[in-house]
């Protein structure tokens, strides 16, 4: 009997063993290429409710005051607007919802930022607040589910 137990307990080390190597290493987060000075306008995910949605949004990057897209769609709760300017000049994104600001990136010029909040379901506005680019047509809509 002793040494049928001693021969089971080799294997099941060895198995320990392996398991100790092998990993919660998680090496998935690296989707973010752009490790710029972020603007964090809100906490995310402050009240739970759930997941969390990146978008992407680029202003023309031939100067034209206009952002690649009029409508984006998220999912409820921590919203992630990845913004790209690769114009010479400057661009910003202020997200709205009901005239009331929600959240506000910097103004950038040649580069990205993310500008995160929490969002709940509805319909949001974002346009960039330089002057007369928003009248230009740098506006849309994002529609968060
Ligand atoms: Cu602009």
């Given amino acids: 009997m002793k040494r049928s137990a001693y021969l089971l ?9 392996l398991a100790g190597c092998g990993g919660s290493d998680d090496n998935s987060s690296s ?16 009240n739970g409710s759930g997941g969390s949605s990146t978008v992407a949004l680029a202003a023309d990057p031939n100067g034209a005051l206009a952002y690649d897209t009029d409508s984006l769609e998220a999912k409820a709760g921590t919203v992630a ?20 600001e929600v959240a506000r990136g910097e103004i950038i010029t040649g580069g990205s930022e993310t500008v995160s909040f929490n969002a709940k379901a509805g319909e949001y ?14 506006k849309g809509t994002l529609t968060v589910k």
């Fill in 31 to 46: 989707s973010n290429p752009a490790p710029e000075p972020t603007t964090q306008t809100e906490k995310p995910a402050e």
């Fill in 9 to 17: 307990a080799l294997p099941i080390t060895a198995m320990a063993l």
């Fill in 125 to 138: 506005t974002f346009f960039c607040s330089l002057p007369g680019h928003e009248a230009a047509g740098m």
């Fill in 81 to 100: 607007v990845d913004f790209t300017n690769d114009a010479a000049i400057g661009h910003d994104v202020v997200i709205e919802q009901d005239g009331n």
